[in-house]
């Protein structure tokens, strides 16, 4: 696999072609001003078991047990998992049932943990990344439970151990931060950028890359400068200005934009030669290799209309929310929807007891105006203004006519299973039609038809088991009534040809 | 359903706010058509207008909806205006009222409201009444000869519209019209414009026509404020413009004395119009930017070819309602590619 070579981002005919996205106001103001603020201890901690995609981490610790910062609490299960470490020193509550951030807003499993304000660790192995094998760095950074910081919270080492079978020659860092309202990669960037160059490079080694391009947008010049200035005379990393602009910071779109390659609809990025980490990310891989800290941490923008004093906090993983929001003063208005993540795909969250995980990048107290502006969706007029924004190139108006109608069959043939659920359609539709949340509804119906079809197979396959085993063992006892009727047969065949011979003989002898 | 999905934040378009936004493109060249054809053409616009609300108000009643937010949407008014727009300025009350009422109850509720109907409600309208209606619909003014400059007074209005008083001395015939006419007399072009076509004042509206069509420089203008504002593309309006313009000049190179230039057949019946604020109408329009394209050509070569071939002298309105009824089909085989894929949907493998 060659390195693609990266087109020339400022082309003027590129920017006039590709005109997908939307582009909502950037509210990032004022958090994105201060320095990020580290959060004091709260008293106890809620650390839900899956925190990430794939099988749920399984809990190493009893209740009344004491751990200290950096612990194995609970261990990975299977291909795709997470472990989960004691972000402070402090005595196990027990196992429990809590609210956790999901859209089902269901709850699930969590270890809690009463924190003791000693903060005391656990002595770590500081490592040099460059004289760590690549299947070492990956197996470190599964160690330290380490998940897609940008909200994907894909298990890292899982995307790092395909470069060890084939080696990915691109490492793209996402430090887009295209959802309004958000800064904390922004803070990240600017505060702590030799962190984030730093672990490229130990990405780029694990997974046997050639360059790195960290593309960022253009609403974010000192994270720019600041990254420049600490990539300044490493010859593998380079920094790209993208064009502010959502969803730019979406995996396929990054991709696009700064190689001009397309992610296939059926494949990943590594076929065609590339990796995209999110900046975050790349910071808590370099910690997690040189100073072996699991990521128990990660900052987060608590902000919106309704907040105080909106900012950036850097919190320890499984922090109540609430403990945030009055960090940041309250809310000075009645909040009319929080929002966990960012405005576009954020979920809506009905406690503040959820605690904050490893994927999560803000907290928005939204106030009524902030919202939609429409009580009701109204008819698609249809303007076209959801076809121009998608970036995948789908119709969501006919999409959305078609699961309205029932069809699921006709919606996936034009393209439902490539939406990305970006809600960029949603935003643009001037009769506010909630496409997105079709989309959204049919995809967990399909996955639904999926099982249930899966389940089908299986029992069918139970039944024509059984079947072609009573077949095989009917078959069988069949065969061997056969076989010993024949045998029977012979047997006194045998013994009537003995009978005969022996009548012969008798008479050869009588003869 | 889960009851609230992301995203929680939503764009400053609504559909409210895109109809106003045209109407206030649609208002310089409705103030030029009033100066220019005085108080009946004020009147007509009235009576269009506030026949295509009752009517909308109509149909919300036998919807059994509330008639309020249907009203407040604005579309019934911008189809009235519009409709308005295309009507000889001095016609008859019952002329804007019959096309009112058939355009928002036939054109668009009988196809099921507001985003549903296939054709333009406002040229559906147009067009059943110039069916209907031929003399009406085809009586012009002279520029000038009864417009605010000429001191007609309002009360004059009404006979005009209510009574159907139009002096026979302000009447004249429109470019097409006349062009039509004197060439089925066998009369060259070259004849038969002189006097009528001078590109100068007809870009500034001084022509016979319909009430607010005439002003093509101010209907360009708010077409390309709507382009700007980003409530229409430019794809639409490009695309009609070049369907006329191109076939018109080629032909009028080859035969000069039979063709229009192509200029005159911008600026004179309603190409300007049509291309801006007709055409673009989302509901009857495609929604992929080819088939944008490919609607938009179509309209204005159709329009051309209607102008110099068809029965009647004017094409715009048979040109859009043509295209319109070829609206679905453009659509579905324009589908843009969609990321990841190759045209024919199949998924790109690895390089
Ligand atoms: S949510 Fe899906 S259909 Fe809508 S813009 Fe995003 S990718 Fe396109
Ligand atoms: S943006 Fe909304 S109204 Fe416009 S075409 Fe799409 S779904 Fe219809």
């Known amino acids: 696999m060659n390195t693609p070579a990266p087109l020339p981002t400022h082309s003027f005919l590129r920017r006039l072609l590709q005109r997908w996205g939307a582009h909502p106001e950037a509210r990032k103001h004022p958090a994105a001003d201060t320095d990020v603020t580290v959060l004091p201890l709260p008293p106890r901690l809620i650390l839900p078991l899956a925190q990430h995609i794939g099988a749920p981490a399984r809990p190493l610790v009893q209740a009344g047990q004491y751990v200290l910062r950096g612990e194995l609490i609970a261990e990975a299960q299977g291909a795709i998992s997470a472990p989960l470490h004691a972000p402070t020193s402090g005595t196990i509550i027990g196992i429990a049932d809590v609210p956790v951030p999901h859209a089902s807003g269901l709850a699930g499993p969590a270890i809690l943990l009463e924190t003791d304000g000693r903060d005391e660790a656990l002595p770590a192995e500081h490592a040099d990344p460059f004289s760590l094998e690549p299947a070492e760095i990956a197996r470190r950074v599964a160690a330290a439970g380490v998940v897609g910081m940008g909200g994907a919270t894909f ?17 793209i860092l996402n430090g887009g931060e295209c959802e309004p ?13 030799p962190e984030v160059i730093d672990g490229a490079r130990i990405i780029l080694r694990a997974i046997g890359g050639e360059r790195a391009l960290i593309g960022v947008e253009s609403n974010k010049p000192q994270a720019i400068a600041a990254l420049r200035a600490a990539a300044d005379g490493i010859a593998d990393v380079d920094i790209v200005e993208v064009p502010s602009r959502y969803p730019m910071g979406s995996e396929k779109q990054l991709i696009s934009w700064l190689t001009g390659r397309e992610i296939p609809a059926e494949g990943r990025s590594a076929d065609i030669g590339v990796m995209v980490q999110n900046v975050g990310t790349a910071a808590a891989i370099h910690r997690a290799i040189r ?26 993983i499984g922090t109540p929310l609430s403990t945030l929001v009055a960090f940041c003063g309250g809310t000075t208005e009645p909040v009319a929807r929080w929002v966990m993540g960012g405005p576009m795909m954020g979920l809506s969250i009905h406690s503040l007891d959820i605690p904050v995980i490893k994927g999560s990048g803000g907290l928005l107290g939204l106030v009524e105006h902030e919202l939609a502006a429409l009580p009701e969706p109204g008819p698609c007029i249809r303007c076209a203004a959801c076809v121009g924004a998608c970036p995948i190139g789908l119709m969501p108006l006919e999409m959305a006519a078609l699961i309205k109608n029932g069809d699921l069959k006709a919606s996936v043939e034009i393209g439902l299973k490539d939406c990305i659920s970006c809600g960029t359609c949603s935003f643009v539709c001037p009769s506010q039609i909630p496409l997105v949340q079709y989309f959204n509804h049919a995809k967990g119906e399909l996955a639904a038809q999926g099982r249930n079809r899966m389940k089908q197979d299986a029992i069918k396959e139970l039944v024509d088991a059984r079947e072609s085993r009573m077949e095989r063992e009917a078959r069988e006892k069949a065969e061997a009534a056969e076989r010993r009727k024949a045998e029977r047969a012979r047997a006194k065949a045998a013994a009537a040809a003995k009978a005969s011979a022996a009548v012969q003989t008798n008479e050869e002898t009588t003869a | 359903m889960s009851p609230i999905s992301s ?30 054809f005085g108080w009946p053409a004020i009147t007509l616009w009235c009576v269009t207008i506030l026949s295509a609300l009752l009517s909308e108000a109509f149909c919300a009643r036998l919807a059994e909806r509330p008639a309020g937010p249907m009203l407040a949407d604005g579309s019934a008014m911008l189809t009235g205006w519009l409709l308005a727009l295309s009507l000889p300025p001095w016609a008859p009350w019952w002329i804007a009222a019959a096309g009112a009422s058939f355009a928002i109850i036939v054109a668009k509720h009988a196809f099921g409201g507001l985003g549903q109907n296939l054709f333009n409600p406002a040229m559906a309208a147009r067009v059943m009444l110039l069916i209907s209606f031929p003399v009406e619909m085809t009586q012009w003014l002279a520029p000038n000869a009864a417009g605010m400059s000429a001191g007609l007074d309002p009360m004059t209005a009404f006979s005009v519209t209510f009574a159907g008083n139009v002096p026979d001395a302000m009447t004249s015939a429109s470019l097409l019209g006349h062009v039509k006419a004197e060439a089925s007399r066998g009369i060259a072009l070259s004849q038969s414009l002189t006097g009528y076509w001078d590109p100068f004042s007809f870009g500034l509206g001084q022509r016979a026509g319909s009430l607010g069509e005439t002003s093509a420089l101010l209907l360009a203008t708010g077409g390309l404020f709507l382009v700007l504002k980003r409530v229409i593309g430019l794809r639409i309006p490009a695309a009609f413009i070049l369907g006329v313009v191109l076939p018109a000049a080629f032909a009028h190179l080859l035969a000069p004395d039979q063709y229009l230039p192509p200029l005159a057949h911008l600026l004179t019946g309603g190409v300007m119009l049509g291309a801006f604020f007709i055409a673009t109408d989302y509901v009857s329009s495609p929604s992929t930017p080819l088939g944008q394209w490919i609607f938009g050509l179509g309209c204005g070569v159709l329009t051309w070819v209607i102008r110099t071939w068809g029965a009647y002298p004017e094409g715009v309105a ?18 843009p590619r ?14």
């Open chain 1, 155 to 171: 298990p890292s080492a899982v995307k790092l151990a395909l470069g060890q079978k084939n080696p990915i020659p691109t490492l």
């Open chain 1, 181 to 193: 309202y958000l800064s904390c990669d922004d803070r990240l960037m600017r505060e702590r950028a």
């Open chain 1, 291 to 316: 100073f072996g800290e699991p990521l128990t941490r990660r900052i987060i923008t608590v902000a919106g209309g309704a907040i105080r004093t909106p900012r950036n906090l850097e919190v320890r």
């Open chain 2, 7 to 36: 995203p929680h934040a939503h764009g400053a378009h609504s559909v409210g706010r895109v109809m106003l936004l045209v109407m206030l493109a649609l208002s310089p060249a409705t103030a030029a058509g009033f100066w220019q």
């Open chain 2, 318 to 335: 048979f040109a859009v309602l043509l295209m319109n009824s070829a609206t679905p089909l453009i659509d579905r085989a324009t589908r």
């Open chain 2, 338 to 351: 969609i990321f990841g894929r190759r045209r024919n949907g199949h998924s790109m493998t690895a390089p």
